[in-house]
Structure formats: C-alpha cells, structure tokens
C-alpha cells in the first residue's frame, strides 16, 4: 500500500461573528466542517468548487497556517499544531511548498529574483552552494539563470508565476500545494505550467495538491479530486470517475457550467445519484 503523507480527520474551522451589541449572544459562521482528506506520497490530488466553498481554508488548515476549531491534520506521519512557534513547525516548512493565486501580489517589488526565489534556502538554514541551487531551479521551471538580478516588474505575468513556483521548489519540497495558482495566467501559459507541473511530477515524486475552480485544470494533472460545496466535502474520487460519471447533483451542476470548446466533446453522465 502506497504510503500517505498527508491525512485529516473530521477537520472542521469555525469564525466567531462580530457582536452588534454588547449583550449579544455570540455567533459563528462554519468555513470547514467534518473534513476527512487522504493525499498518498506521489500522487496529485484536486479541491474543487465554487468561490466560498472551503477550499482556501481546508488548504490553510493543512498547511499548519490556520488553526482547526476541532479535528486533527498529520503530515508526513507528524502532528501539524498550528499554534506552534514557528521554529516547532520549521520540519513542516521544510517539507511542502505553496504558490499563491496572484504573480503580481506574491513577489517581494523591492527583492531581486535571486534573492526572492533563493529566501527559503536562508530561511529553512539550507547548507550549501545556495546561488547555484537558485540558478538550477530557475532553469528547471523554463527560465533563464542570468535573470537573478533582475526584479519581478521586469517579467510578464507567466514569468513571475514560475519565479513564485521555483522559490516553491528551490528548497526540494516533497509537497507541493498550489492555490488557484493558474487562474491569473492566459490559456497559452497555464497549460505551459501545467506540462511543468507534470515534468516535476515524474521528475521528483513530488506531491501535489491543486486547488482551483477550473476543472480543466484540475482533469489534466490531478488523480483524485475533491469537491466541496459550502464547507464540506460532498464528493470525492478518481478524477476520471467523479468528472464523467459524478453521483451528486451539485457536481453534476458545477460540471454543466463549464463550457466545452470542442462540440464533439463528451459531457458528464447526468443520470442517477444524489
């Protein structure tokens, strides 16, 4: 049996509403509830579903950024206690590495791509030849190791999303989390950074968890898929399987809002199911 690296258990976050007045009974709003999620060493799991769904916090919550009001998350067999200082969780940071949504928000203006791509390597306490680690990960995600120098406004936007993905990378991180990393890209290059995302795959045995509402994106790299409705998980699988024949009406509904470019393209089974 494939072995799991990352595992939560009935993973639930809840935010406590301001208070109108002062003797107001205090309410809460759920984000996540009852979250059960397996990612298997290797493999490339999706989280999809509309704005608002839980997507951003389970991910949170994995990642030890956010604190789950009740449920655990363990990684790499490790508890993940998101009140830890950040030193308890240094052997964490060391393990996965994230790339944000917006290329334009992520990247340091003032830093050099250099020393933005090559800050975990200091910060983890990395030994060795840091710059040339920098310079070999900048050609690995398709750029040039001369561009050290220069500085994020320099680049386009698909440039500055593979400078966030190698600084995700410098460090040889065995989980990478990606969230809604493709969807401030053109098609050209989303799909360029998907092939990328395939080549490390294969390349490395990295782990990926995908977060989007694109569900083309997550069909052509993800092998499982979640999909999650309103804080909870309401269906999950094989990719294949829950996106040709999904069980759920929800699934069903967000599949039929995708438009198909090509008319011969098949659609969901429709039939059966809650």
Not at 197 to 202: N, V, Y
Not at 248 to 273: E, F, K, M, W
Request: charged content about 25%; aromatic content about 4%.
């Amino acid at each position: 049996m494939s072995d799991v690296l990352v595992s939560a258990r009935r993973l639930t976050r809840r935010h406590a509403l301001p208070k109108t007045t002062l003797f107001e009974r205090r309410t809460y709003t759920t984000a996540l509830e009852d979250a059960d999620v397996d990612v298997t060493a290797g493999s490339a799991l999706g989280i999809i579903g509309e704005s608002g769904s839980g997507k951003s916090t389970l991910v949170r919550l994995l990642l030890g950024l956010d604190a789950p009001t009740s449920g655990t998350v363990e990684v790499d067999g490790r508890a993940v206690e998101a009140t830890a200082s950040a030193r308890s969780l240094h052997w964490l940071r060391r393990l996965t590495g994230v790339v944000f949504q917006d290329p334009y928000a992520s990247l340091d203006p003032r830093m050099s791509v250099g020393r933005i791509v090559g800050e975990p390597l200091w910060a983890l306490g990395i030994e060795g030849d840091r710059r040339a680690r920098v310079r070999e990960v900048l050609e690995q995600v398709g750029l040039e190791a001369g561009m050290t120098e220069r500085f994020p406004h320099e680049f386009s936007g698909g440039q500055r999303q593979r400078i966030a993905l190698a600084r995700a990378l410098v460090h040889r991180p065995r989980l990478l989390v990606g969230d809604e990393p493709l969807s401030a890209l053109d098609v050209t290059v989303r799909a360029q950074i998907l092939a990328l995302l395939a080549d490390l795959r294969r390349a490395d045995d990295l782990t990926l968890v995908m977060v989007s509402h694109d569900i083309g994106v997550v069909q052509s790299i993800c092998d499982e898929v979640l999909v999650m409705k309103d804080g909870r998980i309401v269906e999950e699988g094989p990719t294949e399987k829950v996106l040709q024949q999904p069980q759920v009406a929800y699934t069903r509904r967000l599949l039929a809002s995708v438009p198909t470019i090509d008319p011969h393209a098949g659609r969901p089974d429709v039939g059966g199911g809650r």
